[in-house]
């Protein structure tokens, strides 16, 4: 199964921009990036998802590198709501394999 | 709209017992997953399926876990003679169809074995 590296923890400022990256170099050209966020005794919520341009939705924005093999989720403006664990994924024909993801810490 | 629903919420077996999870997908979704995790770690797929079809168990331990979908009413994931390893938070997630649909999650099932 293709995999992704995620950093293990990010912390941001409230109200400050948060770009959390994903490594995905052996993609395949079928995957899709699919991002989730889980908030603690929750299950995982969809964030966003993309497989060549980038994406925007009221949550976040999704920006894919040129070669697929690295995307960055960006949350515009973070809320202490915001803080969650983030898994990057890769989709494809049903099995999804969910990392350790990054854990998002944001200070007032 | 309802969501993901998986019940119970919270379930305590003793060793040796069996342990019944139900899932019951969005309305208008086919396909189901189940996920296991333990504490402090990511979700670890189980096993695929669509109505009445398993499409891929490979993250299913061999023996002791089985998963059913059937045309009628919700997904089941079944543990028999549990031991404390199984303990664990199992979710459940539907979607529209495979590959590039997102899942929906439930809250999932906390699983206790005493």
């Known amino acids: 199964d293709a995999k992704t590296t995620q950093p293990n923890s990010m912390e941001s400022n409230e109200e400050e921009p948060v770009h959390l990256p994903c490594n995905h170099s052996?993609?395949?050209?079928?995957?899709?990036i699919h991002w989730y966020r889980q908030l603690p005794s929750q299950g995982p919520e969809y964030v966003i998802h993309?497989?060549?341009s980038n994406v925007n939705n009221r949550m976040a924005s999704l920006a894919i590198a040129e070669d697929r093999k690295s995307s960055t989720l960006i949350l515009h403006r973070a809320t202490l709501r915001d803080a969650a664990v983030y898994y990057c994924?890769?989709?494809?024909?049903?099995?999804?394999?969910f990392g350790d993801g990054t854990t998002l810490t944001v200070k007032p | 709209n309802a969501g993901v629903m998986q019940n119970p919420r919270h379930l305590v077996r003793r060793r040796g017992q069996e342990a019944r999870l139900r899932c019951s997908p969005m309305?208008?979704?086919?396909?189901v997953y189940w996920y296991r995790q333990l504490p402090e770690e990511g979700l670890k797929f189980m096993v695929y399926?669509?109505?009445?079809?398993?499409?891929?168990e490979s993250g299913m331990p061999k023996e002791r876990f089985s998963a059913e979908f059937p045309k009628e009413g919700p997904s089941i994931l079944r543990i028999q003679q549990v031991v404390r390893g199984d303990s664990a938070a199992y979710f459940c997630?539907?979607?529209?169809?495979?590959?590039?649909?997102?899942?929906?999650f439930g809250d999932g099932t906390r699983l206790s074995i005493l």
């Open positions: 997630a539907s979607s529209p169809g495979q590959g590039q649909q997102p899942q929906h």
């Open positions: 052996t993609i395949s050209g079928t995957d899709y």
């Open positions: 993309g497989l060549t």
């Open positions: 994924i890769l989709a494809n024909a049903g099995k999804s394999t």
């Open positions: 309305k208008g979704h086919s396909h």
């Open positions: 399926l669509q109505k009445e079809n398993i499409i891929d």
